[in-house]
Structures are given as C-alpha cells and as structure tokens.
C-alpha cells in the first residue's frame, strides 16, 4: 500500500459539536502530519508526529486535539471550532530515515465547514 | 524561520511551449527542495525534489535547478499539455527540520 487515506472526505459540523479526522498509512513511515489549507493558499504545518510522539505543535489552537494511536494512524480531534476553521486539512507522512529530509506523502484531504 | 517566495502567481503558457517557476529561500542551511503539484480538489503531489548535493535533476519533462549560492531553486516544465495546468507549489526544508516551509504557490494554465 503506497496511499495515505484519510476519512473523511467532507464534514459539515456545527460549532457545538465533537468530531474527528481520521488518517492511515502502510508504508511504514514514521513521521506523520497535519496541514491546514485554506483555497488559493499553501498547506499550513499543524502538527507532526515523530514515532508516535508530538514533536512539533505550530501554536495550534486547543479545539484541535491530535492523537497518533499507532505508527499507522493519525488523529484530528475536533471540538467547539470556529467557522474560520472551515478548511482542507490535510495529513502526510514520511519515512524518517536517519541522515536526510525524507519526502512527505500527502493524503486527500478532509473538507471542512464548520456552521 | 525559513521564507520561501515563490514567483510568478499566475503563468499562462501556450501547448507546447516551456513553463519556468521561481522560488528563493532564506536560510542557508535549507537543503531539500520538493516541488508539489496540485489539481483542483485534490491532494498535493510530489512531481521532483531537489538536494543540496545536487545542481539539476530531470525527469523526462520536468526539471528542476538550485543555485545554492543565491538561494533559489527553479522549476522547469517542457512541452506542456493541457493536463498540467494546476497550482504548483515549491518548498523548502532542512534536516532535523521536519518542517517544510511552502512557496505561495504558481498557478499553472497551459492554452489548447
């Protein structure tokens, strides 16, 4: 498997509710990403994960919880947004091979609209 | 942190003809240069990448150059076809740096 899925493809939320993104990955990559990106812009870093563990947190705001449950799968929690946060978010990964900047794989992306 | 300015914001080009996109960084210790492509409503691809090891690298019709000296990296599209009109992004990272710090963006029309 040489994807990275993401589920799911839109969400419709209101600013009350709880809601998560999911992310998952087979190739054995070690690092993992969240992107925001808002239309005609570049992805904007959130959050990565380095073997499971946060290793860089862009001054996120709380609403969003990441989790990384297992070297596979990455989490977005979701809660009380903003409609401001109505966005593509996208998640990546990479191998982590000691020694170099290794490529980042994206996945399709999660639409968001928040009401 | 990094900058990475990437110019022009728009570039139409005719079928056929050669499609060139900028990019300048700011920190020196920046030594891995992917560029993305990306269609409308779709995920962010990698199309090349660049190390600072290296001065060009090609791959059939696109290539891409580093000048490390004036820190700026260049993309190179020959004979377009319509299908690769899309916005095309570079950036820019450095080991230990898992981050990737991206380019504004070019958008990329190619003219039947």
């Known amino acids: 498997d040489t994807e990275v899925t993401q589920t799911p493809k839109h969400l419709v939320m209101g600013m009350t509710n709880k809601k998560s993104l999911k992310c998952e990955q087979h190739?054995?990559?070690?690092?993992m990403y969240w992107y925001k990106q808002k239309a005609k812009k570049p992805p904007e870093l959130m959050f990565v994960?380095?073997?499971?563990?946060?290793?860089i947190n862009e001054s996120v705001p709380s609403r969003f919880s990441p989790e990384c449950p297992n070297s596979s799968l990455l989490n977005l929690h979701l809660h009380a947004l903003q409609p401001e946060d109505s966005a593509l978010y996208l998640c990546?990964?990479?191998?982590?091979?000691?020694?170099?900047?290794?490529?980042?794989?994206f996945g399709p992306g999660t639409r968001l609209t928040v009401l | 942190g990094e900058n990475v300015e990437q110019h022009p914001s728009t570039l139409s080009v005719q079928e056929g003809d050669s499609a060139v996109i900028k990019c300048t960084y700011s920190?020196?210790?920046?030594?891995?240069f992917p560029w993305y492509k990306q269609e409308l409503g779709k995920r962010p691809q990698l199309i090349i990448d660049?190390?600072?090891?290296?001065g060009e690298k090609k791959d059939q019709r696109i290539a891409v150059t580093l000048n490390k000296t004036a820190k700026h990296f260049s993309l190179h599209i020959t004979e377009t076809q319509p299908e690769d009109s899309a916005v095309y992004f570079c950036?820019?990272?450095?080991?230990?740096?898992?981050?990737?710090?991206f380019g504004t963006g070019t958008r990329l029309t190619i003219i039947p």
């Open positions: 990546a990964s990479s191998q982590q091979t000691g020694g170099r900047t290794d490529t980042q794989y």
């Open positions: 920190d020196s210790a920046s030594n891995y």
């Open positions: 994960y380095s073997y499971e563990k946060l290793s």
């Open positions: 190739m054995g990559h070690r690092a």
């Open positions: 950036a820019a990272s450095n080991f230990g740096n898992e981050k990737l710090t």
């Open positions: 660049i190390r600072s090891n290296v």
